[in-house]
């Protein structure tokens, strides 16, 4: 067989000659030494992450995190414009009620943005730490299962950071319009604190990044034979409604908000389907 043609990584240069790699069986140990060290440089990257906006702090927080609490936030003018485009209006213009975000708590200020700073670096190190994760489990993969996953790391991370995205310039912004242009009462003004800000903002963003993974985790399902294309158009009405569910959770009580979550979620789901139904002929045909 032609050089070019045999996959160089399954093979190791032996006895003065190309030959397939022997399997070495790793002690319960040996796993856990390996596991180790993927983890530190996970944490390593994360850390190298973090202390990074937290030398640009400022810019991290006036921009990113308090962005969606300012009208002159991109998304605020982008859905204008499209609610005047489809000729809706201004009924997608959004005008923030003047508030003020307060730290009340000793050291509030500080400790937040410590806290924001290495959650920020674990977003922009995700591709790196889900690399790390996934050197640790292909080993254990078979072959054919480890060419069938091939760039797995790039599109987990693409997801991964759309969704981030989504919950950061869509979902944020309704959300934050709405909690805060609410009032029970004349008489209370909404002032949030720094802490509660933030784990709003997290909220809204990182599930986000979670959920965009639906379709990986269903062609991993769907490649054990967990989950076929058949059974989720037959439960796609009772889909639908969990997926409103979901983001009536996700969401403050807007209808508009929750269909903005609702609609992207169903377009996964249907993207799901198609991923299962490819991974479905596959499984059919690793049996026969």
Known sequence: MALDQVDIEEYEWRDGELQPK??????????????RWHIIRSLVAIAIGGIVLFVFHDWYFNTVIL???SNDFVSY???CDLSKTIGAGEAL??????????AVAFAEQFITTIKLCFI???VISFPFVFYEIWKFVAPGLYPKERAATKGVVFVCSMLFLMGIL???????????????????SDTVANNPTLSSFVLYMVMFTLPAGLIFELPIVVYFLAKMGIVTPEGMRKYRRHSVIGILLLAAILTPPDVITQFLIGIPLYILYEISILVAARMAKKYQQDLQ
């Open 93 to 102: 213009c959004m005008t923030l009620p003047d508030f003020k975000i307060q």
């Open 67 to 69: 962005g969606p609490a």
């Open 166 to 184: 989504f919950g950061f310039f869509i979902v944020a912004p309704f959300a934050i319009n709405f909690l805060m242009g609410f009032t029970a």
């Open 120 to 122: 920020g670096g674990f």
């Open 77 to 79: 003018k982008w859905f």
């Open 22 to 35: 022997e399997d070495k069986e790793m002690s319960f140990m040996d796993h856990l030494e390996e596991l």
